[in-house]
């Protein structure tokens, strides 16, 4: 064999040779358990970055750890393939987005594969192919039918630069979340949602049934859902005004509240920029333009800061009025710029006395203040000399008859009369909203309806399903979609009437893709339907899942819902699709900043000085690997440096899974060194090791052996017992230290040329075979090349994991002292781990005791664990 470790003569060997034997196909078989291993694919930007390659390489790991332990491994990989960047490139490279993807597909599939990991690549797929987004398109048109999928006109949230609406979920803290830098404005458009709303019950419900979730993303995501419990109350207007939605009329205003016990302090009503009352109200009233003025400029204003607590309270009267239900007291209505549109109702019944937001707003423009809950042991609140709402609990008072009344007690019993006067009652509210999936742009999936003059919005008829993105198109370089100005596919005839018919020329949020492609993935060329029934039973849930904690409300909720909906459209048994659940950690990295020239690369600083200007550069805190920080590292640059092997060994064993990582080239050398030293070893001893035919000889007698025999023996099978737990556990940098561990103690083990010879080389190669065995996972090209020069012909990827032996594991030693009656008698060496029954047998045992026990009886034994046995006599 090689004397010199060379990854690059073995590893293109090894991928050749699993893909001609096609080891990692696989097939359902109920008579074997599954395993369904997934980590998050990629969007095909162009180049796999350190982040995917540390997130599969964890992902490998594991299944091909399970496929040792005797699982039926699914490990499938794709791509989401649709998406702004490939039409970005379109337009600016004017190149077609299908051209740039496929391009791009190609080239990171040959990165994957030169990373050696186990994929089923005849289930790739990317959701750009027609043949998959085809049954997107059938599953909207069935969520159509249901009412799980509307049409809605809606304040809407929109990126300049995506030049696209975009979902609440894809919005943060105001800004774009592929564009840090641009703010969201807000838009009135009729928009495509699903009714993920429908189920915000039901997804908090079974967030229980998740254990195997971070708790953080589970709080993300009850966050973001964001249930309250509290009260509808319908407040009169003092006349009824005409309704331009229906024609008819309104006479009333419901609240969202979660203090109803403040009822009878509630003195004005306050109304979102966005609520249609505002126009209605103040219509022909002297309030109108100064509404219409104040309405314009709050809606343009950003949501977040909207409701920050320090932003400064305004508003504007509309010149109208309503009645409070409980006291009759005359409400006037404002309109107010911290009041929000897409909570509740988008209008607040104003308590002062009670909600700091009311107090502000209502000592600015000199509006009453009743104080309606007392807190205990205090002065009686008395809003002449409040400074302050109290938001606290307390007993009732300027409250009727309910006076004295605690306001716990209280919200119940006002939600019930306003129930039976048919004013409200009580109701639970979410902050989640409905799921808006239009989009303007291009490279995505058709939504499947067309636009009928006769008969309004139709559904495309099922068999004439994909609407295919058709592939003639000119890209405009303001960015608009070409969708709309192409007739010759706009212009179709009616499903219904075969009259003619526009067709919606939005796409679909991407996340739909990503919200299933986990179950395509069962069947995932199957033409009859989404999946075939039998396969997806058999493979999913999926197992455990691996990514990135940055779609913690965005494609895990999304991927919840869309179960969900799939097991109510009949296709899935299973509520949840994910079993288990990681969030691996981030790469990080320095960055060098000149203050004139911008980050730059650090191959471009030379002592630490800028090349443009000479100036110092900063260097900058360890942050995520970002192209616009310049402080990536290409994994394809290291893997021809130092091996697949190498790379995927340094991401596994710098931290664990879901900790962050310093990038350290350093430490990237470090593990090359080690596998380096492995392949000499194995070099020097792999003649000899071959020879003997002792190896399969090797057990338990080992443990009476020569000293360093049973040393090394034993230190086999503790590293198997600690391997194994590592890994189950998921704590491969551990599993790694004592793989070094064992090599180490392989090292220092000399066969030696004299006596027992051959059986020292047996031993000796029934530990380097097990070495290797579990080195398997974690290096694979590595394991299979040695264990090739060992002689055997098969593959090392379906080899059985070993076992150990619990009787040869080496047990640590203490001393135990053996009283009786208080006096120390004898010592005695004891297994650590013994419990208080085997050291008191221990102690009974001992010679020393039992002639002073001289036959009798004891009359009590007290055994202190990991310390002493005392025999009272
Ligand atoms: C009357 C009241 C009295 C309120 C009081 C609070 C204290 P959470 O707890 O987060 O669910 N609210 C309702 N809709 C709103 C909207 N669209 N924009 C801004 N604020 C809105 O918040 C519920 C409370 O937030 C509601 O209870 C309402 O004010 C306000 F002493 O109603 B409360
Ligand atoms: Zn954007
Ligand atoms: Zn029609």
């Known amino acids: 064999m090689e004397s010199k470790y060379i990854p690059g003569s073995i590893e293109p060997k090894w991928q050749r040779y699993w893909a001609d034997e096609r080891v990692f196909e696989v097939e359902a078989d109920l008579k074997r358990p599954k395993y369904y291993l997934l980590e998050m694919f990629p969007y095909p930007s162009g180049r796999c970055h350190m982040g995917h390659v540390r997130n599969y390489s964890i992902g490998d790991v594991v299944s091909r750890y399970k496929v040792m332990r005797g699982f039926n491994v699914l490990h499938p990989m794709g791509w989401d393939a649709f998406g702004l960047p490939a039409e970005n490139a379109a ?57 799980l999928v509307e049409k809605q006109k809606a304040w ?29 404005r807000q838009k009135q458009l009729s928009q495509w949602f699903f009714k993920i709303t429908k189920y915000a019950e039901e997804l908090l419900e079974f967030m229980e049934k998740l254990p195997g979730w971070p708790e953080k993303v589970l709080t993300m995501q009850k966050n973001w859902i964001g249930k309250s419990v509290g ?35 509630a003195t004005f009503m306050s109304l979102a920029a966005e609520h249609y009352l505002c126009e209605v109200l103040s219509r022909g009233t002297e309030q109108e333009a100064a509404v219409r003025e104040f309405c314009e400029r709050v809606r343009s204003e950003d949501k977040i800061k909207r409701s920050a607590e320090d932003y400064v309270k305004e508003g504007v ?22 009041v929000l549109m897409d909570y509740g109702t988008g209008a607040v019944m104003a308590v002062p006395a009670h909600d700091q ?95 009928c003059e006769k008969c309004g919005t139709v ?67 199957c033409d009859t339907a989404p999946f075939e029934q039998d396969e997806v039973e058999y493979w999913l849930p999926v197992d455990q899942y691996i990514g990135g904690i940055e779609h913690a409300v965005l494609h895990l ?160 099978h503790q590293a198997i017992k600690d391997v194994t737990d590592r890994i189950e556990r998921w704590m491969f940098n551990t599993a790694i230290a004592s793989l070094m561990e064992l090599f180490n103690a392989m090292v220092s083990f000399e066969p030696g040329e004299g006596g027992g010879r051959e059986r020292r080389r047996g031993l000796l190669r029934w530990s380097f075979e097990r070495f290797l065995t579990m080195l398997n996972p974690f290096c694979p090209h590595f394991a299979e090349e040695l264990w090739g020069e060992l002689g055997y012909p098969a593959s090392t990827f379906k080899l059985p994991w070993p076992d150990f032996d619990p009787a040869a594991l080496k047990q640590e030693i203490f001393e135990l002292v053996l009283q009786v009656n208080g006096k120390l008698r004898a010592k005695v060496e004891a297994p650590v781990d013994a ?38 006599i």
């Not at 370089?477 to 969708?483: E, K, Y």
């Not at 102690?843 to 005392?870: F, M």
């Open 317 to 338: 009267f509309t010149g109208a009025y309503c009645l409070n239900p409980v006291t009759g007291r005359r409400m006037p209505i404002y309109v107010a710029n911290f």
């Open 357 to 451: 937001r009311d107090f502000e707003f209502a000592k600015k423009y000199q509006l009453t203040i009743i104080p309606v809950v007392q807190p205990a042991d205090e002065a009686a609140l008395d809003a002449a000399t409040m400074t302050e709402a109290y938001e606290g609990p307390g007993t009732m008072i300027n409250s009727d008859e309910y006076g004295g009344m605690g306001n716990e007690e209280f919200k119940k019993a006002i939600a019930a009369r306003l129930e039976k006067e048919m004013m409200g009652g009580a109701t639970v509210n979410y902050r989640i909203r409905d799921w808006l999936i239009s989009r303007q742009r291009y490279w995505g999936a058709p939504i499947p309806i067309v636009y």
């Open 91 to 147: 337009i600016e490279n004017r190149v077609h987005p299908n051209t740039w993807s496929r391009r791009n597909i190609e080239f990171m599939r040959g990165q994957l594969k030169r990373l050696g990991y186990s994929y089923d690549w005849r289930r790739e797929f990317a959701t750009c192919d027609p043949e998959y987004y085809r049954w997107e398109q059938k599953i909207f048109i069935e969520m159509f039918e249901r009412g």
């Open 557 to 716: 909720l999304y991927s919840r819902f869309y179960t969900k909906v799939l097991r109510d459209l009949g296709y899935v048994k299973f509520d949840e699709p994910f079993t288990r659940l990681l969030t691996q950690g981030m790469v990080l990295k320095e960055s060098y900043k000149c203050a004139e020239h911008g980050y730059l690369f650090p191959s471009e600083v030379k002592d630490l000085k800028c090349p443009s200007c000479g100036k110092a550069v900063e260097v900058g805190r360890k942050e995520k690997m970002s192209k616009s920080k310049r402080n990536t590292v290409d994994p394809e640059e290291m893997v021809n440096k130092y091996g697949a092997d190498t790379m995927r060994l340094y991401l596994l064993f710098e931290a664990p899974p879901d900790k962050e990582i310093d990038w350290s080239e350093e430490r990237i050398q470090g593990m090359h060194r080690f596998l380096s030293r492995a392949w000499s070893f194995a070099a020097r001893q792999i003649e000899g090791m071959k020879e003997s035919r002792w190896d399969d000889r090797v057990g338990a007698d080992f443990m009476n052996g020569p000293a360093d025999e049973k040393a090394l023996y034993q230190k086999t």
């Open 835 to 872: 419990g208080e029954d085997e050291l008191k047998r221990i102690a009974l045992g001992h010679e020393r005791i039992q002639a002073l026990l001289d036959g009798k009886k004891p009359r009590k034994v007290v055994a202190v664990v990991n310390k002493l046995v005392n025999v009272v």
């Open 459 to 525: 559904p495309v008829r099922v068999t004439d399903l994909p609407v295919a993105l058709p592939a003639e198109v000119e890209f405009d370089v303001t960015g608009g979609s070409p969708l709309p100005k192409l007739d010759w596919w706009m212009n179709t005839s009616c499903p219904q009437c075969g009259g003619p018919a526009r067709r919606e020329p939005d796409t679909m949020d991407t996340f739909v893709e990503s919200s299933w492609y986990y179950e395509r993935y069962a069947s995932p060329h």
């Open 156 to 184: 809407v949230n929109w990126c300049d630069k995506c030049n696209t609406v975009l979902a609440n979920e894809q919005v943060e803290d105001g800004f774009c979340w592929r564009h840090g830098d641009t703010r969201v």
């Open 231 to 265: 009260a509808m109350i319908h407040f009169k207007l003092e006349r009824p005004y005409p309704d331009p939605e229906t024609g008819g009329t309104i006479d009333r205003i419901v609240v969202y509240t979660t203090r109803p016990d403040t009822l009878f302090g």
